[in-house]
T-cell receptor
Framework: DTGVSQDPRHKITKRGQNVTFRCDPI?????LYWYRQTLGQGPEFLTY????????KSRLLSDRFSAERPKGSFSTLEIQRTEQGDSAMYLC???????????????FGEGSWLTVV | AQSVAQPEDQVNVAEGNPLTVKCTYSVSGNPYLFWYVQYPNRGLQFLLK??????LVKGSYGFEAEFNKSQTSFHLKKPSALVSDSALYFC?????????????FGSGTRLLVRP
């Protein structure tokens, strides 16, 4: 299977601890996105990368959140000093962007569930 | 503000009957339109998209969607529902002028198909 892969799928952590999620996009995709989804809501955009460059961050991405894509391949999303409000599913997605007007599809991974207790 | 509305939290339909899941949007210009499906504890699976052209778009698993520009709607349809179609469905839009290509999602509609 060559889809978007996320790890771990589930994480339970105590408030105040740091957590890190990893995402491996579809291999030829140059765009990588992070979204957050809470119960009963649709996914909300957090940030995205074009190759290794982080081009946009949502206001939802507080300074406790940091994302990297060091070699333009996999990405990590770290949450420092977790709070109960961080409990959500963190979704990674990727797409191929050959041109500005492309309608290319964004493909999502299975998500990483975070529970902060 | 740009937004997507899915007016029904849940849609109930009997197996074999046609189904419709509604979506309207408020986005400037002519956005790209998408439908995704989410099964319990899983990520989102792409169903179909509208880019341009024919207003009726066919997608995976027998689903189709009808784009209506005047009503700014993109309703998801299927002629004959299956119990296995029961899941959470999300409509999403992407403004054509947004170079980030990020999606704006609706809040989702739960589809329940009863045997």
């Amino acid at each position: 299977d060559t889809g978007v892969s996320q790890d771990p799928r589930h994480k339970i952590t105590k408030r105040g601890q740091n957590v890190t999620f990893r995402c491996d996009p579809i291999s030829e995709h140059n765009r990588l996105y992070w979204y957050r989804q809470t119960l009963g809501q649709g996914p909300e955009f957090l940030t995205y990368f074009q190759n290794e460059a982080q081009l946009e961050k949502s206001r939802l991405l507080s300074d406790r959140f940091s994302a990297e894509r060091p070699k333009g391949s996999f990405s990590t999303l770290e949450i420092q000093r977790t709070e109960q409000g961080d409990s959500a599913m963190y979704l990674c997605a990727s797409s191929l962007v050959p041109g500005f007007t492309s309608g290319n599809t964004i493909y999502f991974g299975e998500g990483s569930w975070l529970t902060v207790v | 503000a740009q937004s997507v509305a899915q007016p029904e939290d849940q849609v109930n339909v009997a197996e074999g009957n046609p189904l419709t899941v509604k979506c309207t949007y408020s986005v400037s210009g002519n956005p790209y339109l998408f439908w995704y499906v989410q099964y319990p504890n899983r990520g989102l699976q792409f169903l179909l998209k509208y880019i341009t052209g024919d207003n009726l778009v066919k997608g995976s698993y027998g689903f189709e969607a009808e784009f209506n520009k005047s009503q700014t709607s993109f309703h998801l349809k299927k002629p004959s529902a299956l119990v296995s179609d029961s899941a959470l469905y999300f409509c999403a839009v992407r403004p054509r002028v947004d170079s980030s290509y990020k999606l704006i999602f609706g809040s989702g509609t739960r589809l329940l198909v009863r045997p």
